[in-house]
């Protein structure tokens, strides 16, 4: 490798043509565009818990305090980090890269869907990926899928070798680069890391994939290279922005030339925002986007084709006090994170293009892109004979999502006696008080009086302590609650078809019996099971 020992150049140099939109440029740099490469999109991967929230998270804060524009801005759907920030970052580091590109766009979302999505185009979203990998831990289930991923794309990768400040008697100094921290360690430490570094180049290998320290590299375009990195202490981040810089100006030039004439749009979501309606996000990885511009883009029932309400982008760090979060821009460039407002978006499809047409004839040719790119993402969804998966981050979530489903279900035991003097609506809907003599009464509860062979007077609708509404009343509570009728029969009448002299009670069936024992039972206290077992003697259930 060539470094070029100068401080880092933080004004590109290329071609001078003038921009019309430039007339409408602000402060923000996504408002200007690149004088020669655009800013590499960064991907970041690994296994859950090696860090890699916490490596962002590091990269994000340099500047954070800072009030010129310039600093770390957070763009829709990724992480913009301007030249002052990898100057910034890099400061430390021995053999410095003159910049020459505008920034960098990290996608937030780690793996994102955009990312891994199977698309009909030669190109990923992703320029580089960083791969985050627990050298305590070396490679895991989550690595090598990742990993996969990485080789059905054919996408660049850098291993960041993370958590290098859990090694033992480890010293950290950020002001230091990570090769000279390295070697200034104890023998014990040194050990250790030599260790656990061939341990993970092993593993490497084992996937077919050469691997070396950066500093070691024979040759970057054969051999991964590895970063050693603490994203809590940040020892090594420099050298990780520096490597990214070096390598995507170097080996990725062509790649990341900007192309101001050659629109490259993806949609990453979807979101309805008060306000605004339904919008995307989109990343613009090439061209230019503006306000009033007619985009075509795939829909859930065909093609979509409206017109740029608004481009939307956050605040420059020195006025995100200000009231309205977003800024609107007239034009924007690549690489950009935007948000579009626009009408009839509410059945786009994520993960797929956006285009630009600017007459008829383009128009239907770039419906048809669309529809063709619809069936493909269709098509890559594998199908099997075992149903649909649900994917949660943990099973709990799961549990809660299926006691939710099941909550309309659910009969929570109950024994109410009637308030005599607290019959406020004797015909539907009956409005009367009552004390909860045991179990529990919540909203929904269908109710029976069995003293006078009553199967169903109604379903509980309101539940209210001293005028206001609360979700349940427990034993010894006195409520006021509403019956609404439920059935085709006719209205049953307070004073007539029952009195202050009937105990009510909740109407389970084996069914609700069945649903409680399987997702309630922990709502329920011993005294309530008890009570269930009163409750199925009465209605006869098996």
């Given at each position: 490798?060539?470094?070029?020992?100068?401080?880092?150049?933080?004004?590109?140099?290329?071609?001078?043509?003038?921009?019309?939109?430039?007339?409408?440029?602000?402060?923000?740099?996504?408002?200007?565009?690149?004088?020669?490469?655009?800013?590499?999109?960064?991907?970041?991967?690994?296994?859950?818990?090696?860090?890699?929230?916490?490596?962002?998270?590091?990269?994000?804060?340099?500047?954070?305090?800072?009030?010129?524009?310039?600093?770390?801005?957070?763009?829709?759907?990724?992480?913009?980090?301007?030249?002052?920030?990898?100057?910034?970052?890099?400061?430390?580091?021995?053999?410095?890269?003159?910049?020459?590109?505008?920034?960098?766009?990290?996608?937030?979302?780690?793996?994102?869907?955009?990312f891994s999505n199977l698309r009909s185009r030669g190109s990923s979203l992703c320029d580089i990926a960083i791969l985050v990998i627990d050298i305590m831990h070396g490679l895991e289930k989550q690595t090598i899928e990742s990993l996969n991923l990485l080789k059905s794309r054919k996408t660049p990768f850098i291993v960041a070798l993370n958590k290098i400040d859990r090694l033992y008697e480890w010293r950290s100094n950020v002001?230091?680069?990570?090769?000279?921290?390295?070697?200034?360690?104890?023998?014990?430490?040194?050990?250790?890391?030599?260790?656990?570094?061939?341990?993970?180049?092993?593993?490497?290998?084992?996937?077919?994939?050469?691997?070396?320290?950066?500093?070691?590299?024979?040759?970057?375009?054969?051999?991964?290279?590895?970063?050693?990195?603490?994203?809590?202490?940040?020892?090594?981040?420099?050298?990780?922005?520096?490597?990214?810089?070096?390598?995507?100006?170097?080996?990725?030039?062509?790649?990341?030339?900007?192309?101001?004439?050659?629109?490259?749009?993806?949609?990453?979501?979807?979101?309805?925002?008060?306000?605004?309606?339904?919008?995307?996000?989109?990343?613009?990885?090439?061209?230019?986007?503006?306000?009033?511009?007619?985009?075509?883009?795939?829909?859930?029932?065909?093609?979509?084709?409206?017109?740029?309400?608004?481009?939307?982008?956050?605040?420059?760090?020195?006025?995100?006090?200000?009231?309205?979060?977003?800024?609107?821009?007239?034009?924007?460039?690549?690489?950009?994170?935007?948000?579009?407002?626009?009408?009839?978006?509410?059945?786009?499809?994520?993960?797929?293009?956006?285009?630009?047409?600017?007459?008829?004839?383009?128009?239907?040719?770039?419906?048809?892109?669309?529809?063709?790119?619809?069936?493909?993402?269709?098509?890559?969804?594998?199908?099997?004979?075992?149903?649909?998966?649900?994917?949660?981050?943990?099973?709990?979530?799961?549990?809660?999502?299926?006691?939710?489903?099941?909550?309309?279900?659910?009969?929570?035991?109950?024994?109410?006696?009637?308030?005599?003097?607290?019959?406020?609506?004797?015909?539907?809907?009956?409005?009367?008080?009552?004390?909860?003599?045991?179990?529990?009464?919540?909203?929904?509860?269908?109710?029976?009086?069995?003293?006078?062979?009553?199967?169903?007077?109604?379903?509980?609708?309101?539940?209210?302590?001293?005028?206001?509404?609360?979700?349940?009343?427990?034993?010894?509570?006195?409520?006021?609650?509403?019956?609404?009728?439920?059935?085709?029969?006719?209205?049953?009448?307070?004073?007539?078809?029952?009195?202050?002299?009937?105990?009510?009670?909740?109407?389970?069936?084996?069914?609700?019996?069945?649903?409680?024992?399987?997702?309630?039972?922990?709502?329920?206290?011993?005294?309530?099971?008890?009570?269930?077992?009163?409750?199925?003697?009465?209605?006869?259930?098996?």
């Open positions: 490798m060539n470094h070029n020992n100068n401080d880092t150049a933080l004004t590109p140099t290329g071609s001078k043509s003038i921009d019309p939109d430039l007339l409408f440029a602000t402060s923000n740099p996504a408002s200007r565009p690149p004088e020669k490469f655009r800013s590499p999109i960064i991907c970041v991967l690994g296994h859950v818990d090696t860090g890699k929230t916490k490596l962002l998270d590091y990269i994000r804060k340099t500047h954070i305090q800072d009030n010129e524009a310039g600093g770390i801005t957070q763009q829709i759907g990724a992480t913009f980090v301007p030249p002052t920030a990898i100057h910034e970052q890099c400061k430390n580091v021995k053999t410095k890269t003159e910049l020459k590109i505008p920034g960098l766009l990290i996608i937030d979302t780690p793996g994102h869907e955009s002001r230091k680069d990570v090769e000279d921290l390295i070697n200034s360690q104890q023998s014990n430490t040194k050990h250790e890391f030599n260790t656990l570094k061939q341990k993970v180049i092993v593993q490497l290998a084992e996937q077919s994939i050469n691997a070396a320290l950066f500093y070691e590299n024979p040759d970057p375009r054969t051999y991964i290279s590895l970063v050693p990195t603490s994203a809590h202490t940040g020892d090594g981040m420099g050298n990780l922005i520096n490597l990214i810089t070096h390598f995507t100006q170097t080996l990725m030039a062509k790649r990341i030339h900007y192309q101001l004439d050659s629109l490259d749009a993806t949609v990453l979501e979807v979101k309805a925002i008060p306000g605004l309606g339904t919008t995307i996000d989109v990343v613009l990885v090439n061209g230019k986007l503006r306000e009033g511009d007619k985009i075509v883009l795939a829909g859930h029932d065909g093609p979509i084709i409206t017109q740029i309400r608004a481009l939307l982008v956050p605040q420059p760090l020195k006025e995100l006090r200000v009231k309205s979060p977003y800024e609107e821009l007239r034009v924007v460039y690549g690489s950009v994170g935007v948000k579009i407002a626009a009408h009839d978006l509410e059945k786009a499809v994520a993960g797929l293009n956006l285009y630009v047409t600017q007459n008829e004839t383009e128009l239907e040719r770039l419906k048809t892109m669309c529809w063709n790119q619809f069936g493909s993402a269709m098509k890559a969804i594998k199908c099997s004979d075992k149903g649909v998966y649900v994917q949660a981050s943990t099973l709990e979530n799961l549990r809660k999502q299926r006691k939710e489903q099941n909550r309309h279900l659910a009969v929570f035991p109950c024994k109410l006696r009637i308030l005599p003097n607290c019959i406020f609506n004797k015909r539907d809907p009956i409005v009367l008080g009552v004390h909860v003599d045991d179990g529990t009464i919540v909203s929904g509860t269908p109710l029976a009086v069995p003293s006078k062979e009553l199967d169903l007077i109604g379903r509980v609708t309101t539940v209210e302590h001293d005028h206001k509404t609360v979700e349940q009343a427990k034993r010894g509570d006195e409520v006021c609650i509403k019956i609404e009728h439920c059935t085709s029969d006719a209205p049953k009448l307070f004073g007539r078809h029952f009195d202050s002299n009937d105990m009510l009670y909740s109407r389970v069936t084996r069914e609700s019996i069945d649903i409680m024992k399987e997702h309630f039972r922990d709502d329920l206290e011993k005294s309530d099971w008890q009570l269930m077992i009163e409750l199925k003697k009465i209605f006869n259930i098996i």
